[in-house]
């Protein structure tokens, strides 16, 4: 167990098959967590390492049972994936008792998908606690690395091959802000309405409000969520980055949005549109074309425009190429609103192969804010490319390790 790659290949060969590549999932259990009754809870972070778990309805409990191959007791076992709606959340279980020794002061679930060279793919789960030995501490340290600490909930995400964690000064001064704003308890928002959040958080890491086409915070992005009641982040959509479309034709903003918008009863135009790989109510789609490296901006048959796929990840790179997603709590009292900033998921190794799934399956869309004024003139509140939530931000990043 001296590396990762090698460890994956150890347990490929249990099962006859020869490792090619792969990514790994481990978790810092917590007192909530166990191998059957409750099972271990999975962050929606990671929901995409896992089987795709369709949910034909929300309102209702749902289990999906996946094949895997226990590496502790050298058979193969069939897991189940819980959804429980009440919460909402998912879970696993059927794994290993040893995650049940709740007097242990850690325990750690790692999961393996590892794609062979025969072109399958399958998961393997292995397992330790704190008070059988010193595996806990070799599986801890293969896996997180050595400058983080095993403290319950700790999660990381992480390709086989990439190299081993480490905190940098950038991302070390960034954590040493996080905790004294977290120490800080419930604060003010010092704006109000949605984007009061992320305002608050980054006026208290000194970073004044700008329209800067790079990182916030020294090359590091910084989005901020709100925590629901029951612990899931709200839903909305999470902005990327800013790019518009080369436009096919020279047409001033007043003609352009009569091609893409419509006129409401005052007869001015307006185009608050989502665009995505399917036609909207407006004709408008994103053509995918792999073999021309773009994308094309089209209405019906006509491209209007199009985007590099070279422009898309210039800016993806310049936006994400680090990125700290911050979660808080939220309340409401009679005068005012107010969070608590509680998590923080570090990631990277964005890519534009990444980006370009997502937009293929609709999980990123791009969307025109435009609207005719009465003098005639046209505001554009901008071009935003987002992804639609938070559970498929894990799509786009090779790395993810929550660290508070």
Known sequence: MTTLFGYAAEQARKVGKAFLAGEVFAKILTKNDDSGRHGVLIPSDAYSFFPDFPLPDPTQNATQEFPAFDAIKGVAATLAYKYYER???????????LLNDLTAEHRILV??????????????FDCANSSAGDRFNKLFQLVFGGEVAAISGRFVV?????EAFAVDPTLEELLAKFDQINGLGWIDTLRIGDTGIGYTFESLLGIKENNDQKADFKGIEIKCKGIKEGGSANSTKTNLFQAGPSWASETTAKERIRVLGRAADDGLYTCYSQLTTTPNNLGLLLDILGHQSK???RKEQDALGHWSFAQLEKR??????RTAFVKARTRTTKTKNQFSYEELVYCDQPSIARFLDLVAHRKIVFEFLLSEKPNGSIRN??????????????QLFAFQIKLR
């Open 87 to 97: 919460y909402p959340e998912r879970r696993i279980t059927r794994l290993h008792g």
């Open 111 to 124: 999961v393996l998908k590892a794609k062979h060279s025969d072109g399958s793919v399958s998961y393997y």
């Open 158 to 162: 992480r390709p086989v091959d990439s």
């Open 295 to 297: 994308i094309d901006l």
């Open 316 to 321: 993806l790179l310049e936006k994400h190429s």
């Open 381 to 394: 509140r901008g071009y935003p490319w987002r992804i639609i939530r938070d559970e498929f931000r894990d």
